[in-house]
């Protein structure tokens, strides 16, 4: 198992994976309230879908952590990977925008909070404790950003 599993700092890649997905929902977002049409039309479904690919990959590593990691509590891992993956799913089929950004917001706070949880109990790498609550509420704010575009208009 990679040693980083059992670092409590967050180490440069985490710092580049961790926080460079969420840049794109903050552009959107920013995108959305300032561009003008079409502009935000495509910053919204854009962001719709970035943040559902985001989310499910979370999904995939939160389950292959507990593939990988003996202390792991596997079916902790299997419910909070079907529940992320299934948050994500949502959005893309729910056709309405506004509809469609409510539960990846569900998600990306629940994943804040459910995996530094985790990271504390030995279900997801150490670092996560202070990586995931930074990170996807960065996410989820271009999320609510996006949201609140969707309802203004």
């Not at 593939?67 to 509590?73: E, H, L, N, Q, V």
Request: charged share 10%.
């Amino acid at each position: 198992m990679n040693h980083d599993a059992d670092r409590p700092d967050i180490p440069a890649d985490g710092v580049l994976l961790g926080y460079g997905p969420m840049v794109p929902l903050v552009v959107a977002a920013v995108g959305a309230w300032v561009l003008p049409p079409p502009w935000p039309f495509w910053a919204v479904q854009l962001g719709i879908i970035w943040g559902a690919l985001v989310l499910a990959f979370i999904a995939g590593v939160r389950r292959g952590f507990g593939f990988g990691y003996p202390r792991a509590s596997k079916p902790v891992e299997i419910a909070t990977s079907i529940a992320y993956f299934t948050l994500a799913g949502l959005a893309l089929v729910i056709g309405r925008p506004s509809g469609a950004l409510l539960p990846l917001i569900v998600g990306y706070v629940l994943a804040a909070l459910l995996d530094r949880r985790a990271a504390l109990a030995g279900n997801a790498p150490a670092y996560f404790a202070t990586l995931r609550p930074r990170q996807l509420l960065i996410g989820a704010a271009g999320l609510a950003g996006l949201w609140a575009w969707t309802v203004a208009a």
